[in-house]
């Protein structure tokens, strides 16, 4: 899915919709948590046309463990917006888009 989401934004790209996006390039720690889940990666980084910056989480499930990570996620980083796309979103992208971009898997 995240290869495809690569594929859908390099598309997004391509026609203007985004300036550009990156995968994986930071990871946010959560300074005051001392056991258990301490860092974050989301999938990807996009730079949108007006240069606000926001992250993308591609998940086909949600485990305890994502829970966590986008739950604190948001309460260290309130600032930072993050955009969770399971697989309803994933899906209604890849019907609008996959038979006309290029190696869709």
């Known amino acids: 899915w995240e290869a495809n989401y690569a594929r859908y934004l390099n598309w997004l790209v391509s026609i203007g919709e985004i300036i ?6 930071e990871t946010f720690e959560f300074a005051k948590i001392k056991k258990g889940t301490r860092f974050y990666t989301p999938d990807f980084k996009i ?9 993308h989480e591609i998940k086909g499930y949600m485990d ?13 980083y309130p600032g930072l917006k993050l955009i969770l796309i399971e697989k309803d979103q994933y899906k209604a ?3 609008q ?3 006309f971009i290029e190696n869709w898997e």
Do not use: L, Q
Request: proline share 3%; glycine share 6%.
């Open 20 to 25: 550009k996006w990156e995968y994986e390039p």
């Open 64 to 76: 305890d463990v994502s829970k966590t990570k986008i739950k604190r996620f948001g309460k260290y």
């Open 93 to 95: 992208i890849a019907k």
């Open 47 to 55: 730079t949108n046309k007006d240069g606000s910056i926001e992250y």
């Open 97 to 99: 888009v996959k038979n």
